[in-house]
């Protein structure tokens, strides 16, 4: 089965920041697209920045370019969101997910949940202005 484990998140004022972390098996991990989604109430899920684990570029959303920087550390299998300048509008649960077996292209335009085969089980970020 697999797992996504998540740590992080919490409350912040604006302008403030915060780093996601999650970890999953190498087996999981191996060729896979890593991402993190966010989702808000009352609206869809949404992606935020993603990554191919043998890439070294990521795909940003418009709203996120310049603050959040995804990254990643192959040699324990997790990847990192690190949030800088957050908004109160960034105020979401954040998700992280997984494609296991994909491509840079696929990676790239994975823009739908459905697209994504594993889920972690969310993370609260709020910010306060």
């Known amino acids: 089965q697999v797992q996504l484990v998540e740590s992080g998140g919490g409350s912040v004022q604006a302008g403030g920041s915060l780093r996601l972390s999650c970890a999953t098996s190498?087996?999981?991990?191996?060729?896979?697209?890593m991402g993190w989604f966010r989702q808000a109430p009352g609206k869809e899920r949404e992606r935020v920045a993603s990554i191919y684990t043998t890439g070294t570029i990521g795909y940003y959303a418009n709203s996120v370019k310049g603050r959040f920087t995804i990254s990643k550390d192959n040699s324990k299998s997790t990847v990192f969101l690190q949030m800088n300048s957050l908004k109160p509008e960034d105020t979401a649960i954040y998700y992280c997910a997984a494609a296991p077996t994909s491509t840079p292209a696929r990676c790239w335009y994975a823009e739908s949940a459905a697209d994504w085969g594993y889920w972690g089980q969310g993370t609260q970020v709020t910010v306060s202005p």
């Open positions: 190498r087996y999981t991990y191996n060729g896979a697209c």
